[in-house]
């Protein structure tokens, strides 16, 4: 095929009209032209034509300076219009997490899923059970229940769940994977009474005016059932994460995160990367609990790696720390500075479970829902959620990691969580910034303005959660936060003001996997009743998409092979049936991704219809 004869986008950029670097004369493996070409370098920075050989870019420019490129086995890829750009970089999810929901009942609320009841879970987990044949003392597991959507849903209690089955433990995961529901027969099982204590940083929920466990379990409340999952075996394990590599790489995604590793996980992705089974890079992040110094000496030994040879091993490597500080804002464990707009049900304040550094502080005994008979339409006592790491902890784990050049990940959704990771950063780093370290604050949801302040004098990066606008924008203003509060979520415009790098991103299997749609959500902030939540935070098309591109490459360290279409870089690529860049911002989210392409190969190419 000749290049002299093709048409060009209309929309090159007259700056980068000529190779960008000069090829080594041998031909390309593939010449892309014919459509928008994305190059993420600067704001409106596209090329003719790509080529790629041996996995990486080794031209981008004009599509008459690509013809010595072009020999006999050269694959001309002709876009037709469509779009091609980086690779997206997932900053923050769970890959095994999103693998193992494969095997589970999947409880998504509508319109995501088709949960509107708790007769709805009933039938759903029947229905688990009769198909899968599931046999009396085996585990139903379910994924995804929401106990606010839609209006008039609540936490499933045991009484529900026994009401499916007696026989069988069942456990229920809610959406937001820092709580969920258990039947009578798994509190048996794991020794749950009315004389089990609260975990420190969790709850056991209760009957109300009783000590007798409801079925709901918080935050590190979970781990009291953690030893008794059953475990799949290596090889149903790999499968499922083989299907879920391909779900990531459908999403247009080349690098993603498992965050909150556990060391079987992170012994089957090494398994899987030495095998060559991992089609997409996945960086690592051990929960800080599973962490000892052998695996810390991993997590250096792998940053070495990247550092001294630009590389991973085999598409695996660790990537640093993962801390958890606080819960969720929808499971009303996240730690606000100010009471949740409407406060959860069967709400008497107590103070047994201060552990905020602050002994004036009130915790509630055990909510149930926000749409309990008991829950009241506005602020009428001093709940702000909970800490699921003490202060002290905090500050140890930042002093062990900077010890040794280690990144850390801090899970902080309320702001008052923030507020102890400054002091811990404060205590720490005795006030000398650490940007080396590029420490990432993620979802950074209620950040407020002179925690930003602080962050960016600091080196601190926000990662955020936009996703939450779309889904929960509406519960977030008229429950969670109220209207102030809920317009500033995930303020991805405040960080850019202070000239500060940030991400978006997705936490699969929390909300969805489509990196488009995380991107709209800051450049549209619209809600899914079709409201806009905080118009002066939304950012541009380009500034969203950095943050799953170029930025999300440098939260990684890995900004000089990912991230933009240059010589030299990966060629980790999609192809799009659009341009997000000349699309309508309110269609961004429904673009198609087409193709995916990991280091010059195809691993996804969506069907024709």
């Given amino acids: 095929m000749a290049l002299a004869g093709s048409a060009a986008t209309d929309q090159t950029d007259p700056a980068a009209t000529q190779p960008i670097a000069a090829a080594t004369g041998s031909a390309a493996d593939i010449i892309y032209f014919g459509g928008p070409i994305v190059t993420m370098v600067a704001d409106g920075s596209y090329v003719e034509a790509l080529a790629v050989k041996s996995g990486k870019i080794v031209a981008a420019g004009s599509l008459k300076s690509m013809e010595g490129l072009q020999g006999a086995n050269t694959k001309m890829v002709d876009l037709a219009g469509r779009c091609l750009m980086p690779g997206f970089i997932d900053p923050h999810s769970h890959v095994v997490m999103q693998s193992a929901k494969f095997?589970?009942?999947?409880?998504?609320?509508?319109?995501?899923?088709?949960?509107?009841?708790?007769?709805?879970i009933q039938r759903i987990l029947r229905d688990e059970i009769a198909q899968k044949k599931i046999a009396p003392?085996?585990?139903?597991i379910g994924w995804g229940y929401d106990d606010t959507a839609p209006a008039g849903m609540r936490h499933p209690l045991r009484e529900d769940l026994d009401a499916v089955s007696t026989t069988h433990p069942i456990l229920l995961v809610h959406i937001s994977n820092h709580l969920a529901a258990c039947n009578s027969l798994l509190l048996e099982q794991a020794g749950i009474t009315a004389t089990t204590p609260n975990p420190e940083g969790g709850r056991i929920?209760?009957?109300?005016?009783?000590?007798?466990?409801n079925g709901v379990l918080e935050e590190t409340a979970l781990m009291l059932i953690a030893s008794k999952l059953p475990t799949p075996t290596p090889e149903k394990a790999i499968e499922l994460i083989e299907a879920g590599m391909q779900y990531y790489a459908a999403a247009g995604i080349t690098t993603a995160q498992d965050g909150s590793t556990g060391k079987g996980a992170a012994a089957l992705l090494e398994a899987m990367a030495q095998a060559g089974k991992l089609p997409i890079d996945v960086v690592s992040y051990p929960l800080y609990e599973a962490v000892d110094d052998d695996l810390l000496d991993q997590v250096v030994a792998d940053l070495d790696q990247l550092k001294s040879s630009g590389s991973m091993s085999r598409r695996f490597r660790r990537g640093g720390v993962k801390l958890v500080v606080d819960g969720s804002i929808q499971g009303y464990t996240a730690f606000l500075s100010e009471p949740y707009y409407v406060q959860p049900g069967n709400t008497n304040p107590t103070p047994d479970k201060c552990t905020d550094q602050n002994a004036e502080h009130l915790f509630v005994s055990p909510q149930t829902s926000v749409n309990s008979p008991q829950a009241s339409t506005a602020p009428t006592n001093d709940y702000r959620g909970y800490l699921n790491m003490k202060l002290e902890d905090v500050t140890a784990w930042v002093q062990r990691c900077d010890a040794r050049n280690v990144p850390i990940l801090v899970h902080t959704?309320?702001?008052?969580?923030?507020?102890?990771?400054?002091?811990?950063?404060?205590?720490?780093?005795?006030?000398?910034?650490?940007?080396?370290?590029?420490?990432?604050?993620?979802?950074?949801?209620?950040?407020?303005?002179?925690?930003?302040?602080?962050?960016?004098?600091?080196?601190?990066?926000?990662?955020?959660f936009p996703i939450h606008i779309t889904y929960w924008g509406d519960r977030h203003r008229d429950i969670f936060l109220g209207p102030e509060r809920a317009a500033r979520i995930s303020p991805a415009k405040s960080a850019?003001?202070?000239?500060?790098?940030?991400?978006?991103?997705?936490d699969?299997?929390?909300a969805g996997i489509g990196m488009l749609p995380v991107a709209a959500a800051s450049v549209n902030r619209v809600t899914s009743s079709g409201q806009l939540l905080g118009a002066d935070q939304r950012v541009t098309a380009f500034e969203a998409l950095r943050a799953i591109t170029a930025d999300a490459a440098w939260q990684y360290f890995e900004e000089d092979r990912k991230g933009t279409l240059e010589v030299g870089k990966l060629a980790d690529l999609v192809?799009?049936?659009?341009?997000?860049?000349?699309?309508?911002?309110?269609?961004?989210?429904?673009?198609e991704v087409l193709e995916t392409i990991k280091e010059g190969q195809s691993i996804f190419r969506k069907a024709s219809r």
């Fill in 103 to 120: 095997a589970v009942a999947n409880l998504d609320p509508y319109p995501i899923g088709e949960v509107q009841s708790i007769a709805d």
């Fill in 137 to 140: 003392g085996q585990w139903v």
């Fill in 205 to 213: 929920q209760r009957k109300p005016g009783s000590q007798e466990p």
């Fill in 413 to 464: 959704n309320g702001d008052a969580a923030t507020d102890i990771l400054i002091d811990a950063v404060k205590v720490a780093r005795s006030g000398q910034p650490r940007p080396d370290l590029r420490l990432t604050i993620i979802h950074a949801q209620t950040i407020r303005e002179e925690q930003l302040d602080f962050a960016a004098a600091q080196g601190l990066v926000p990662s955020f």
């Fill in 496 to 506: 850019l003001n202070r000239n500060m790098k940030f991400t978006l991103h997705h």
């Fill in 508 to 510: 699969a299997p929390i």
């Fill in 575 to 591: 192809i799009l049936s659009a341009d997000p860049l000349a699309e309508d911002p309110m269609n961004m989210a429904d673009i």
